[in-house]
């Protein structure tokens, strides 16, 4: 889409509606690495746009640095996400019918941008990530946020982030009152199939 913030590709619904999924990658990868997933989630009334992060890393993206250097980066990308989805619920897209979906460096920016963002979306999925500081979260976030939907992944053998550390901080937010749903997958650090159908039937469970 023309005139945002951020390079995308957007990949149109097959059946016309305001409802639409952005889609955060993790670091090194781009908007190009998630063209193939649509079609897994198979939702004909679903739009995409997949964003590229504002930093570049080697052949692809990163939405902030490497620890122990992550703020700076994360506050930047968490103003340009602002930016890019004011545009689009301005008239385009309905906020009450679309998602927040983040693997990995995306999965982070969907807890720290989406929890704190002033509009609620009908859902937001972190998939194989994790919390930059879960409790200065919890103190910051859009209350609202915790009356729509969440849903967290994770695999049990992730070598880049381990789960114990991720599941861990998924429930301190769980018991700080934060309404997350959070499930765990036999993977590494990827996207399984059976991951993907558990995710397209959650959204199809949501009604606006």
Known sequence: MKNLELNNIFIESKIPSKKLM???HGRGDSSEGFVGLPPFLGLDDMNYLLLDAPFE???????????????????????????????????????EESFLLGFS?????????????????????????????????????????????????HGTYDGVLPFDESKKQVEFLQNGGFNIAFKSYDKDHSIAKDELDMISEWIRSIKP
């Open 22 to 24: 952005i889609i955060l």
């Open 57 to 95: 890393y080697y052949t692809g993206y990163s939405w902030y640095p490497l620890p122990p250097n992550q703020l700076p980066g994360i506050e930047h990308s968490s103003i340009v996400l602002t930016k890019v989805l004011d545009s689009l619920f301005e008239e385009e897209f309905n906020a």
């Open 105 to 153: 460096q995306g999965s982070l920016l969907t807890f720290e941008f989406g929890a704190r963002y002033h509009k609620v979306l009908a859902g937001y999925i972190a998939i194989s990530g994790y919390i930059y500081d879960a409790k200065k979260l919890l103190e910051e976030m859009n209350p609202e946020v915790n009356n729509s939907h969440w849903l967290c992944t």
